[in-house]
């Protein structure tokens, strides 16, 4: 069988997750606010899959990313700005998170990976790959453009 594969690095959407936070409040509560990442949009994602698989660029695999690094507090900060809410994150214990990553469903294992992923990257950018633009011939959209497109999910009032 014929595949490509497509890695991304942090995915916008994840980021849905704060949207109960930021509709009830203006706080966003959270661990590793420090930690980047270039969150990428599935447009993104879907258009390289695409792309690859209509050039038959069968056998190759792709690491992608967003056009921009950033940690999640500047992620809370493009939100902000976006919606035209004030808002701040409020870093939270690694128990508290542990916590709110099992309530999610989240395995141990994987609550585990998870920190250590995120540790390794606190204080620290993470690398912007050229991926979607060589494969598709446009930019990466990014993550303002994102939010954007998302605004009502995080409680802005539409135009």
Do not use: C, K
Not at 15 to 40: C, H, K, M, N, S
Not at 70 to 81: C, G, H, K, P
């Amino acid at each position: 069988m014929a595949w490509t594969f497509v890695r991304p690095d942090g995915l916008t959407t994840n980021d849905l997750v704060w949207a109960p936070q930021i509709i009830d409040g203006d706080v966003v509560r959270g661990r590793y606010g420090e930690a980047a990442t270039a969150p990428i949009d599935p447009r993104d994602i879907a258009a390289v899959a695409v792309r690859s698989i209509l050039d038959g660029r069968i056998g190759e695999g792709y690491s992608v990313t967003g056009p921009q690094s950033l940690t999640q507090i500047d992620r809370v900060r493009v939100i902000a700005e976006t919606i035209g809410r004030p808002l701040r994150w409020e870093e939270q214990s690694e128990d508290w998170f542990r916590d709110e990553m099992a309530r999610a469903g989240m395995p141990a294992p994987g609550i585990d990976d998870y920190i250590d992923a995120l540790t390794a990257r606190v204080g620290r950018p993470t690398e912007v790959l050229p991926t979607v633009e060589q494969v598709t011939g446009r930019p990466p959209f990014t993550y303002a453009q994102w939010v954007a497109d998302h605004a009502a999910a995080f409680g802005a009032a539409s135009a």
